[in-house]
């Protein structure tokens, strides 16, 4: 007499992603080019600035000529991605919701800027709330399936690992009072900015295929007595 099994096998079940539109496209876009303004502005109102020595933080301080400017620059990018996040129909709804956190999150890291020569509490703290929403994002939003690469699992964790791995560098060097906090910074702010970019594009000039996922199938009808 054959064995029942212990736990019934999950069923797959496939769908085709749509494409990510063209307006998603332009927010992300829109997005990295709103932040490169506001660095390069910030920066050239910043005497002494260097890109090395000179932090995204240190640019936006309470008090210095280039607060005004990487703020609302900021609050702009958190916008821009947040509606990136509602277009970006590929990806895993997890993803979406976890980028959209983080576009909040940058509007916290706007309204808490670091003191003049010094990093605050606060302003820590909303740097790490929002760095660490968009370093995941990439693995949340991932699919199983047929999928175009920046979507796939493995890519997806590659690129929040290294992510997370580049925000401790930078941490790491503030801590140390090491002397390229600059470029350090900036290679963060840049690279999260940048990613939204590689996959809404990519999903909107390819087909972002077939996403599998694995549901309980129904339960067995009552036998008639």
């Known amino acids: 007499m054959p064995e029942t099994p212990l736990t019934t096998p999950r069923e797959p079940v496939d769908t085709v992603l749509p494409r990510t539109p063209w307006w998603a ?3 992300s876009v829109a997005a990295l080019v709103a932040f490169a303004a506001a660095y390069l502005y910030a920066a050239s109102r910043t005497p002494g600035f260097d890109v090395v020595r000179t932090s995204v933080s240190d640019l936006g301080a309470s008090g210095t000529p280039g607060r005004n400017a990487l703020g609302i620059g900021l609050l702009v990018v958190g916008a821009l991605l947040i509606v990136t996040a509602l277009g970006l129909e590929p990806a895993d709804p997890a993803g979406r919701w976890t980028l959209a ?3 909040l999150g940058l509007w916290l890291l706007a309204s808490a800027p670091a003191e003049s020569a010094t990093y605050t509490l606060r302003h820590t703290f909303s740097s790490e709330i929002a ?4 370093a995941l994002w990439p693995a949340f939003g991932a699919r199983a399936g047929t999928v175009v690469w920046p979507l796939r699992r493995r890519v997806g964790v590659i690129v929040s690992v290294l992510t997370f791995v580049a925000m401790q560098i930078a941490l790491w060097g503030i801590i140390l009072r090491a002397t ?4 350090r910074e900036l290679a963060v702010y840049g690279w999260v900015v940048l990613w939204p ?3 809404t594009v990519w999903t909107a000039v390819r087909d972002p295929g077939v ?6 199938p129904p339960p067995d ?5």
């Open 25 to 27: 496209v332009a927010t």
């Open 221 to 225: 009808p009552l036998p008639h007595l």
């Open 101 to 103: 956190f983080g576009g």
């Open 131 to 134: 760095f660490v929403l968009l």
């Open 180 to 183: 390229t906090d600059g470029i």
């Open 211 to 216: 996403a599998t996922r694995f549901v309980d």
């Open 197 to 199: 970019v590689i996959v």
